[in-house]
Nanobody
């Protein structure tokens, strides 16, 4: 079965960096657009970033542009989220997600279990 396993979350101070990883198995990785979402307490889940199957196209939510970078290694079935200049408002559970096909397609086919990121002021 398909598994998406996130790692790399933790407790950091404002201004610090974290790198999240998501290891995928059970799917043909390079046929899936990969996405990162986050959900803060009491808020709806929101998209953070997405990367196309080949890695040639990306999308970023406005609140992370210039601070976060999504990347993928199709040889290792892994997607990353490099987060720099973290702010307390970035505190959330971060989820990896996979959507079959083009980055222009909405929705998600598979979710990871999430990893907690906490940024203290």
């Amino acid at each position: 079965q398909v598994q998406l396993v996130e790692s790399g979350g933790g407790l950091v101070q404002a201004g610090d960096s974290l790198r999240l990883s998501c290891a995928a198995s059970g799917l043909t990785f390079d046929t899936y657009t990969m996405k990162w979402f986050r959900q803060a307490p009491g808020k709806e889940r929101e998209i953070v970033a997405a990367m196309s199957r080949s890695g040639g196209n990306t999308y970023y939510a406005g609140f992370v542009k210039g601070r976060f970078t999504i990347s993928r290694d199709n040889a290792k079935n892994t997607v990353f989220l490099q987060m720099n200049s973290l702010k307390p408002e970035d505190t959330a559970v971060y989820y990896c997600a996979a959507k079959y096909g083009s980055i222009t397609y909405g929705g998600v086919d598979y979710w990871g279990q999430g990893t907690q990121v906490t940024v203290s002021s």
